[in-house]
Nanobody
Framework: HVQLVESGGGSVQAGGSLRLSCVVS????????MGWFRQAPGKEREGVAA????????DYADSVKGRFTISRESAKNTVYLQMNNLKPEDTAMYYC????????????????????WGQGTQVTVS
């Protein structure tokens, strides 16, 4: 049974920072793609950042490049999303997602690549 549990969301003023965490359990893949997505009210869910656990390579949406950093700590089975210089338009529910295998880099920000999803954590920037 695969489980993803996010934490770290909250309310912050514009320009501030937050770090989201996603603890993964039950995933048997030796390497796979992990991603962070977000969904604002009235909008479709969009890919924000992704990381290949095997290669360590990362991908970002243009809207967050230079501000957000995805990383992982394998010993803790945890993926992080460090978010700096937050803007009101970053306000959304943020979801952690896990694919069952690696994915080509041009696919890593697409929902259809991912099999497992967390319950989400709310980020509000004012």
């Amino acid at each position: 049974h695969v489980q993803l549990v996010e934490s770290g969301g909250g309310s912050v003023q514009a320009g501030g920072s937050l770090r989201l965490s996603c603890v993964v359990s039950g995933l048997t893949s030796s390497s796979n793609c992990m991603g962070w997505f977000r969904q604002a009210p009235g909008k479709e869910r969009e890919g924000v950042a992704a990381i290949s656990t095997g290669l360590g390579s990362t991908d970002y949406a243009d809207s967050v490049k230079g501000r957000f950093t995805i990383s992982r700590e394998s010993a803790k089975n945890t993926v992080y999303l460090q978010m700096n210089n937050l803007k009101p338009e970053d306000t959304a529910m943020y979801y952690c997602a896990a694919a069952s295998a690696e994915a080509r880099w041009w696919l890593r920000l697409l929902e259809r690549v991912y099999t497992y999803w967390g319950q989400g954590t709310q980020v509000t920037v004012s």
